[in-house]
């Protein structure tokens, strides 16, 4: 018998289909081809072919700013990979603990950060780091730490760590509620067989938790690693887009921005900026290919 077309299947997905093609997938590939053109005084655009890259990479006027904000950029991320994820899990290991109370008290308070807006967390934490009205001063006074005040967001050396703190405090509710969701889904019979066989509560989290939910401790890594690359407003938000002091806090994100759309004296140029988003979207392919090469493999190959 001769089956006829699914057409209905078609019919659903066009929608979707078209609204990613528009929204999402044709601006990267304009994006991707805008970056090997160059817009000379008039307005207009000539082929430059890897003229901007090149500059971006080499060129002191480009490339300087470009490996500053890459560099900053690795330490935002590596900031959340060594605190925010780490204590998300902590989280979830003692609020997954049996006889916790207010378990879902702690987990919406936790989590209630995530859904603010960057604009207020940025303002919110500016007003109590301020050294003129900020709170932070007399808070540390009270437990006589006020010594160790600073103005952490206007000093080079502690701007970009500060504005660190601020996101991993905003977002460590989703990997905390990821890790929980993997934690609470491990069968009870095999926590209680190795209660039964004598092993106790910290090695019965490191040999079999964990190994257990390696698969999502992978997924909240490659989510913080995006997330890390794709940011922009909190740095814009609290420190402007010259996200200063001296670029200190100056990320891909920024960078971009003022590549594409300039800023006070810089003056605007849409096809660096296009070269400008390429790279980060190639060093956010990078990662994810590096991940699922190397490591969501090993993860397949150790569930089976």
């Not at 081809?33 to 207009?44: E, V």
């Not at 010259?242 to 605007?268: E, K, M, V, W």
Request: glycine content about 8%; some cysteine; charged content about 10%.
């Amino acid at each position: 018998m001769k089956r006829s077309f699914p057409w209905h299947i078609v019919v659903f997905l066009a929608p979707a289909f078209l609204i990613y093609l528009v929204f999402s997938a044709w601006p990267l590939i304009d994006t991707l081809r805008l970056g090997f053109f160059s817009t000379n005084d008039n307005g207009s655009q000539t082929w430059a072919g890897l003229a901007n890259y090149h500059s971006l990479l080499f060129d002191p006027l480009w490339s300087e700013g470009f490996w500053n904000a890459m560099k900053n950029n690795c330490k935002f991320f590596l900031v959340h990979m060594c605190i925010q994820n780490p204590l998300g899990l902590l989280l979830a290991a003692l609020l997954s603990m049996r006889g916790v109370k207010f378990a879902k008290g702690y987990q919406t308070a936790i989590f209630l950060p995530t859904l603010l807006s960057v604009v207020i967390i940025g303002f919110i934490w500016q007003l109590i780091l301020s050294p003129l009205w900020g709170v932070s001063e007399k808070l540390l006074g009270l437990v006589h730490l006020d010594s160790l005040f600073q103005p952490f967001l206007g000093q080079e050396e502690t701007a970009l760590y500060t504005l660190s703190a601020m996101s991993v405090w905003q977002f460590v509710g989703i990997p905390m509620m990821l890790i929980y969701a993997a934690l609470i889904a491990i069968p009870d019979e095999i926590i209680e067989a190795a209660y039964v066989e004598g092993a106790s509560a910290w090695r019965i989290f490191w040999t079999i938790r964990v190994p257990l939910i390696l698969p999502t401790l992978g997924l909240t890594t490659i989510l913080t690693f995006v997330g890390n690359f794709n940011a922009f407003d909190l740095i814009y938000s609290v420190k402007g887009a010259l996200a200063g002091p001296n670029f200190s806090t100056d990320i891909l994100g920024t960078y971009f921005y003022r590549a594409f759309f300039g800023y006070q004296s810089q003056i605007g140029s849409p096809t660096m900026g296009a070269a400008v988003a390429t790279l980060m979207f190639l060093v956010i392919l990078f990662g994810v290919g590096v991940y699922f090469y190397f490591i969501q493999r090993k993860l397949q190959r150790f569930s089976f």
